[in-house]
């Protein structure tokens, strides 16, 4: 029994005493408050968004109204873009080559809308290939490309890598939303660009985070370089870039694209 009541006594005195330690060194601040914790600066400015979520903001650079190409040039000879208007959307006229935006961007969130024709022929990367490249650079890539390509319900077969919603020959794509041909598809894009040192080295990578048809396909992904067909993707110092549409010389119908838009970040 005495055993007991000793036993008991010192816990208490450890207990106190430990207790009297911890709360020693908040005696003296005051609780923190819900408003130590809400800000009120910057404030957000306010932008009206499109009727439907497909349709440009009011703070958007229109890239494609479904009129005329007069943002675009021919990637080339910097020459007017020759691919066709039609019925509110441009079809790819693959002789005359890739076309470009004539202003440059860096940081963005980029809405465009492609379909591939419901009569497209040609298998794997030869079946309504395009591409997206989303800073067009003089780089001996010419680029970092999202994938433009068939891809309904995992059909038409190719390297995963180079399956639509895919950074070309780097990072496949979470999920494949893709619609049938014949049928618009849309992707929502965001693009971090790079950043170099002044000696070229890269600083930071770029960035992309991608839907497709409103589906996760691509999450904050980390772009090793510049898209290349064959071998390792590397970096060239660039700065603020057009975005390009690739004309592919397979010989497949050509695809279409509609309602391109952007945010600058
Ligand atoms: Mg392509």
Known sequence: MKTLVLSTLTLLLITSGSSAQILAPNANKPPIKPEDTEVYEPVPKVVQPGKTFD??????????DGKNLDEWVSSKDKSPAKWKVENGAFTVNKPSGDIQTKKTFTN???????????????SGQARGNSGIFLAATNGKAGGYEIQVVDGYNNENKTYVNGMVGSIYKESIPLVNPAKKAGEWNVYDIIWTAPTFNDDGTVKTKARVTAFLNGVLVQNNYEVQGETAYIGTHDYVKHGPSPIKLQAHGDKSEPISYRNIWLREL
């Open 55 to 64: 349709m440009p903001p009011s703070d958007a650079v229109i890239l494609f």
């Open 108 to 122: 963005y969130q980029l809405h465009i809308e492609y379909l591939i024709p419901s009569y497209i022929t040609g």
